[in-house]
């Protein structure tokens, strides 16, 4: 089992950039897949982007070339380096682990990109 606390959310203006964090409970250095899913009002859950645990990524196309996705394994962490931020990408953000075929999620936060 594994717990995902994210941190990094809140409010940014149009160009402007964040870095959300997801810290794990517990080795995230055999986790096949750990990635970023998000929510806006109204609309499905989304995946944002994901890393396997060799370090392979792969992007939605609405963020490619502005998100980056990374995973440090000594600090059970991952992260996302959100860059050009547009208003679209107002959300919430929420880190998942896929582990010996269990899907976690953590409890998400709230990204907004408004001037």
């Known amino acids: 089992q594994v717990q995902l606390v994210e941190s990094g959310g809140g409010l940014v203006q149009p160009g402007g950039s964040l870095r959300l964090s997801c810290a794990a409970s517990?080795?995230?250095?055999?986790?096949?897949?750990m990635g970023w899913y998000r929510q806006a009002p109204g609309k499905e859950r989304e995946l944002v982007a994901h890393?396997?645990?060799?370090?392979?990524?792969n992007y939605a196309n609405s963020v490619k070339g502005r998100f980056t996705i990374s995973r440090d394994n000594a600090k059970n962490t991952v992260y996302l380096q959100m860059d050009s931020l547009k208003p679209d990408d107002t959300a919430v953000y929420y880190c998942?682990?896929?582990?010996?075929?269990?899907?976690?999620w953590g409890q998400g936060t709230q990204v907004t990109v408004s001037s």
């Open positions: 517990r080795s995230i250095f055999s986790i096949a897949f």
């Open positions: 998942n682990a896929v582990s010996s075929g269990v899907i976690y």
């Open positions: 890393i396997t645990s060799g370090g392979s990524t």
